[in-house]
């Protein structure tokens, strides 16, 4: 069956480092996204991605972040200057034909700011 | 305010106890009315997307339905394997707003 991956799993950075999250959405879907997890809380939007640029985003998504599909296969989110509050598991998600119909979502990476 | 409140929040049931979560949402312009299944550390895992009220779907021990204000995921006869945190979400705008979930834990 098809799936999102991501990578890495867990990483743990320090405060104010560059982070990219790398995720591999299911061939032939065309939107995706980013998602994020605090511990304990709801999982919320970030951002989506359509023909190479962003559909939407949150509030959460200012400019310390920003989402690149650099080929065909990869979509990335780059954290430009990691606070103590990015810590979460950011899940990567894929939609092969938009509005109302199923998100797919992979296992997550797991980010510790330190 | 677009909300999507589950309850309970938590959920204790005995093998082969029958229970059912809820789902209320306040969102306009409703495009679907997803449920995931998520276990610790993990990602949520699809199980049904919902799209008009009166509409049902079944997996399974699981089966959710749709009214206009609310979702209802009903378990039958759960086993301990059926111990996870369940997720609804709603669709606007190309987006997902996710309830706080519900987590199940089904004991032998």
């Known amino acids: 069956e098809p799936e999102v991956t991501q990578t890495p799993s867990h990483q743990v950075t320090q405060m104010g480092q560059e982070v990219i999250l790398r995720c591999v959405p299911i061939?032939?879907?065309?939107?995706f996204y980013w998602y994020r997890q605090i511990l304990g809380q709801k999982v919320e939007f970030l951002v989506s991605f359509y023909n190479n640029e962003i559909s939407e985003k949150s509030e959460i998504f200012d400019d310390q972040f920003s989402v690149e599909r650099p080929d065909g296969s990869n979509f990335t989110l780059k954290i430009r200057s990691t606070k103590l509050e990015d810590s979460a598991m950011y899940f990567c998600a894929s939609n092969g034909q938009g509005y109302g119909n199923t998100i797919y979502f992979g296992e997550g990476s797991w980010l510790t700011v330190v | 305010e677009d909300q999507v409140t589950q309850s309970p929040e938590a959920l204790r049931l005995q093998e082969g106890e029958s229970s059912s979560l809820n789902c209320s949402y306040t969102v306009s312009g409703l495009r679907g009315l997803f449920w995931y299944r998520q276990d610790p550390g993990k990602g949520p895992e699809f199980l049904f997307t919902l799209y008009s009220a009166g509409e049902e779907k079944e997996k399974e021990r699981l089966k959710a339905t749709l009214t206009k204000k609310e979702s209802f995921l009903h378990i039958t006869a759960p086993k301990p394997e059926d111990s996870a945190t369940y997720l609804c979400a709603v669709e606007k705008g190309g987006k997902l707003i996710f309830g706080q979930g519900t987590e199940l834990s089904v004991k032998p």
């Open positions: 061939s032939n879907h065309l939107y």
